[in-house]
């Protein structure tokens, strides 16, 4: 009976962990995914999920903050936008 145990809780282990690593690889794909310089589309994909460029107007653009290209019509940095919003996701309720 314990080795059926320490069979299954070795099992249940190895999926937890190879979860794990599925989840890692996704948060690491966001920096591969997108190009260093976001258009506002694609910052909101990034962001939101979605390409609705007015919930990240109302969310994101509207902070005075939020991370812009100067001299540039509508480009994001993507690596500065990720760092913003970790440091500021609790003021991006709308």
């Known amino acids: 009976m314990n080795d059926l145990m320490i069979q299954m809780f070795d099992q249940f282990e190895a999926g937890l962990m190879d979860r794990a690593l599925k989840v890692m690889h996704v948060v690491m794909d ?3 995914r997108y190009p260093m310089e976001l258009n506002k589309s694609q910052c909101a994909e990034m962001l939101l ?8 107007d109302a969310r994101f653009n509207c902070h005075k903050d939020f991370p812009r290209i100067k001299n540039a019509r509508e480009k994001y940095p993507r690596d500065e936008v990720i760092e913003w919003y970790h440091k500021n996701w609790q003021r991006t309720v709308v």
Do not use: A, I, Q
Request: charged share 45%; hydrophobic share 10%; no cysteine.
């Open 30 to 32: 966001e920096k591969r």
């Open 49 to 56: 999920g979605t390409k609705d460029t007015g919930t990240f």
